[in-house]
């Protein structure tokens, strides 16, 4: 339920900074103001516009901070009512003391999302553009606040509401023909939803298919980095990282606990995980080890099975091929810098990469390949790019997608026209599920639940 009452919370970060800004929206911003502001001269405040003063208790007169305030009159705003915003000075206790006051004029602390909540139920974005503000301030890498900006600025939402016309447009006249029965569905009328209805399916593919690599790069990749002992995963781990994250010796088994780090490959955000050698042991602690290495592989998006280039292919990696069967694994040889004969007994899937850890050699192909696995559009960096990212999104769409493939189905068999009206209408709930207009109300509390305060 949306109550049109005055909410406020702080918009920045808790803690000391320069500035900090507590956000108010709703019906009583300019009485505030008047209450609890004071300018450094005579006059009101005008929409849009910075004023200079100092915030103070109107109960006792006593001057909280100095600060900037500025109101922005509906619709004209983000929540499209009227927000004001004071800025003053950073830290945990004057922010508190300001926020307290305000609250004490009948203001309501804001739930978390409910300022873009507020924007989305006034109609000044759709419910994907929503979503895309928090994937904006939750963005690892480039690639994934590229994608969240063409979100929020309406790309994907353009392709939505074409697709609704398409469907509109057929509804209408299967409509028409529904309130006339005595007039037959023309062929002029069939061929016309036909082609609307294909030209529905052919956009639905184009963005469901897209929806591994839009994930992929909204929420990044987990890479695992196996072999058995001393053939330089740690040392590979520190080569990506370009730092000594993990102790590397001579001697194997060094590794016994996992060590998990964040970094970006040309954009894309890869959390990697160096595991203890895989091998049989009678020491209690690697044994712990070797089966925490065991238990991260199936949720690994690919892993690096890393071999010694040096000596020949050995009982303990076929042990470990074994184990990887059914996995995406590529294959990396180390230690490539050292002469050897090492041969693989099988015809790999995924490329063959040959680096060494000590030169240096192979790791920006090696880096180029895990970008290849994931990525394959050419252009997901253009401002044209457009995915979906969110498994919502795919299963409200793949809910469309099968009612109009039920509708194309019934439209060739001639069945009665109320049926197929209802195949168009549950596509376009199913539609609008994604953008909010047909949406439960417990899915929106719960999208909007997972933003912070104040946003």
């Known amino acids: 339920m949306y109550l049109r009452d005055t909410i406020a919370a702080i918009s920045t970060p808790i803690g000391e900074g320069g500035i900090s800004i507590i956000r108010i929206s709703g019906p009583d911003c300019l009485s505030i103001a008047d209450r609890i502001f004071r300018r450094s001269r005579d006059g009101g405040l005008k929409s849009h516009r910075f004023y200079y003063g100092v915030i103070f208790d109107p109960d006792s007169t006593t001057i909280l901070d100095e600060a900037m305030v500025v109101l922005m009159r509906g619709p004209h705003s983000f929540t499209r009512e009227d927000v004001l915003e004071l800025h003053c000075h950073g830290g945990y206790l004057v922010v508190r003391r300001i926020l307290a006051l305000v609250l004490r004029q009948g203001v309501r602390l804001a739930d978390p999302g409910e300022f873009t909540k507020r924007a989305f139920l006034n109609g000044r974005i759709d419910l994907v553009q929503a979503e895309a503000i928090m994937d904006i301030i939750r963005s690892k890498s480039e690639m994934s606040l590229n994608l969240a900006q063409h979100q929020r600025e309406g790309l994907l939402s353009r392709h939505l509401f074409q697709l609704k016309e398409y469907l509109l447009s057929s509804l209408a006249f299967l409509e028409a023909f529904i309130d006339f ?28 298919s897209g929806f591994s690599e839009g994930r992929i790069i909204r929420e990044g990749v987990s890479v695992v980095i196996a072999g058995k002992p001393n053939v330089g995963k740690s040392s590979l781990l520190n080569a990506l990282l370009r730092e ?42 690697e044994k712990e080890g070797v089966k925490l290495s065991l238990e991260k592989l199936p949720s690994a998006d690919l892993v ?76 997901h960096d253009n401002r044209e790019f457009v995915a979906i990212s969110q498994v919502r999104h795919r299963d409200a769409l793949t809910s469309c997608r099968n009612a109009l493939a039920n509708f194309k189905d019934n439209l060739d068999r001639e069945v009665n026209l109320d049926l197929l009206a209802i195949d168009l209408r549950d596509a376009l709930d199913s539609l609008g599920e994604v953008t909010g207009e047909t949406t439960a109300d417990d899915v929106l509390d719960r999208i909007f639940q997972q933003f912070c305060i104040g946003k």
């Open 181 to 208: 029965p005595e007039e037959d569905i023309d062929v002029s009328a069939k061929e016309h939803i036909g082609q609307n209805i294909d030209s529905s399916l052919l956009m639905l593919d184009e963005l469901l």
């Open 244 to 285: 000594k994250r993990a102790i590397v010796t001579a001697i194997p088994g060094t590794t016994r606990d996992l060590i998990e780090e964040q970094m970006t490959i040309k954009g894309l955000p890869v959390k990697l995980l160096d595991t203890a050698g895989i091998r049989e042991s009678d020491d209690h602690v």
């Open 304 to 379: 690096l099975f890393v071999v010694d280039a040096s000596s020949p292919f050995s009982v303990e990696d076929q042990s470990i091929l074994e184990k990887l069967s059914g996995f995406n694994f590529m294959v990396v040889k180390n230690k490539s810098d050292i002469d050897g004969s090492y041969v693989l007994p099988f015809e790999p899937e995924l490329p063959v990469l040959s680096i060494s850890t000590h030169t240096g050699h192979g790791l920006v192909d090696l880096q180029q390949a895990i970008f290849d696995f994931f990525i394959h559009h050419p252009d």
